[in-house]
């Protein structure tokens, strides 16, 4: 139960990655200022998140199970909360989806955006009556640079994370005048344990339904230019933690928060040329004519962000 003056934070998707290390970041703040509410849809996967919680466990951090993806849990998630009260709503709770579209069902597209759309509308209408009543809160959704920038083979996903940010820049209008501030974090790459595992195992697969060419594009272009990009230009999940604690403790916290700011020309280039084909061309003979560039310039870059200058990336200010 939190005590007087600590805010109440629920999150979700906390069983690894960035939902973890924010869970774990804000349960050990110094001044105590927040009761952290560590959501997961499996209870038994929290051994990671209590073992680096440690005393901070059953104090400033308890857990509760949470399934975005349903209606019933989000609102007994919700009513197990005292009084209802939840001052800042994190939703990190997300999947991602990777390869050739033509090989990809229709029950995969579907559940990425059961998860990374649905969830976070879901999560945001249960509690957003509440702050507005109170006329205060702060709700957070873990975005991605994808959700500003398409990116090839990242197709449903990027969508997913486009009908996002759609969403809630126009939620933002509305709950600004019941004082109740909505924020986007938006990474790029950032190095997790599900990102690796996900890369091993599209470079294994099989993809039905893609031609030849495709999937050769795929496998031996894009899988290698990616691995450089993530090398050269990732973030750590605690990196994107502190960016989160620092958009909440903000006076002014801002809408949308690009988290690495390697990506800040990137995300300008395409609202450059309002006709699209500046980002569009340019992508495309990144990867396609200027590959092995791309590959000196990512090694280079790599040497170059030492670890002072990445530290500088993750300011939202």
């Given at each position: ?135 205060a809160g702060h709700i957070v959704v873990m975005s ?20 996002m940010e759609g969403f809630c820049e126009s939620m ?9 501030h909505l924020s986007m974090i938006e990474p790029g ?129």
């Amino acid at each position: 139960m939190a005590s007087s003056g600590q805010k109440v934070v629920l999150i979700t998707g906390c069983s690894s990655g960035i939902g973890l290390r924010i869970a774990v970041l804000l349960a050990k703040d110094e001044k105590k200022r927040y009761h952290v509410i560590a959501t997961m849809r499996d209870l038994k996967k929290k051994d990671k998140l209590v073992e680096t919680a440690g005393d901070a466990y059953g104090k400033t951090l308890m857990l509760l199970p949470l399934d975005v993806c349903s209606d019933e849990s989000v609102k007994q998630c919700i009513n197990s909360v005292k009084d209802r009260h939840i001052d800042i709503l994190i939703n990190n709770a997300g999947v991602g989806l990777l390869g050739p579209v033509e090989s990809i069902s229709m029950e995969d597209m579907k559940r990425v955006f059961e998860t990374n759309f649905f969830g976070v509308v879901r999560m945001i209408k249960e509690v957003m009556p509440d702050m507005k009543k109170r006329r205060a809160g702060h709700i957070v959704v873990m975005s991605s640079v994808m959700g500003l920038q398409g990116v090839v083979f990242n197709d449903v996903y990027t969508a997913s994370k486009f009908a996002m940010e759609g969403f809630c820049e126009s939620m933002a209008v509305q709950l600004l005048k019941f004082n109740v501030h909505l924020s986007m974090i938006e990474p790029g790459p950032v190095h997790t344990e599900f990102e690796t595992k996900m890369m091993e195992d599209v470079a294994k697969m099989e993809y039905p339904g893609a031609d030849a060419d495709t999937v050769r594009y795929f496998k031996d272009v894009y899988l290698p230019s990616s691995k450089d990009i993530f090398e050269a230009m990732g973030q750590t999940p605690e990196d994107i933690a502190k960016c989160t604690k620092k958009v909440i403790e903000s006076r002014n916290p801002r809408f949308r928060n690009l988290t690495n700011s390697l990506y800040t020309p990137i995300v300008a280039m395409k609202y450059a040329d309002e006709t699209g084909g500046l980002s569009v061309n340019t992508f495309y003979n990144l990867l396609f004519n200027f590959g092995p560039l791309m590959h000196i310039t990512m090694s280079i870059l790599k040497c170059l962000t030492c670890s002072c200058l990445r530290r500088r990336t993750i300011s939202p200010n």
